[in-house]
């Protein structure tokens, strides 16, 4: 069950680990967004943070949980993802090799290396309460 | 997701897709994309102007029938990709593996398409 609930005015989106639980989540992000001017391409680039870090935690990271908090502020928009899932660190992963030929290309680690080119900033740490939490901040 | 086909000739077929390829739209027509263009064994060029939203699977979408349609000697082309859309093709390159038009014309040119298809 997704819960987006108000704490100190950030809105925080909590959804199981699963694809299912990432369907609700989404369509509650976008509730969020609507009710936000946020520029097409800070919203687009929302929209793909949010589904490359929810959809390799789920793919990847082991996790029960996931919350996201949304801060939309005038000039960037701040994902912070937790989960309780194995220590990952994005930043630490090598970016894929950009294919030359169709025949080599190789399809893993799109996702993250789109969400790290299209971000403004991004940090990790692993918390002291053994999470995992990642932000990501747009340029609105 | 939407997909309409629209044949254009003998094994050459218009696809156009509308809406999010992101991980739901992806699951909802990948089926269907498929089999209309590599199981067809078509050549195939993809009206992506209705297309607002694409994520990392999408562009695996693409990929894989793009390889798959090549192994079958068939050929496949993009066109029509908004901005936003035709930025996350070009922060992973895709251009280099399919190639990718502004306008149906030209997508059809690069295919072999003759001229009046």
Redesign the interface.
Known sequence: VVQATERVSTPIIRFPST?AG??DA?AALRRLLDAHALS??AR?NV??AF??IA?NIIQHGGARDIEVAVAIEPHEAVLTFEDDGIPFDPLEQPSPE??????E?Q?GG??L??VR??AARMTYERTARGRNRLTVAIAA | VQMDITPLGERLVKIALAGRLDTQGVDRVEMRFTSAIVAAGNSAIVDLSKVDFVTSLGIRLLVSTARNVKMRQAKLALFGASEHVEQVFETVSLQKIIPIFATEAEALASIGAPPGV
């Open positions: 694809l990432y369907e989404a097409t391409s687009f929209e793909l589904e490359e959809i950009l294919p030359s030929s169709i025949e290309a399809v799109l996702g290396m789109l080119k299209m």
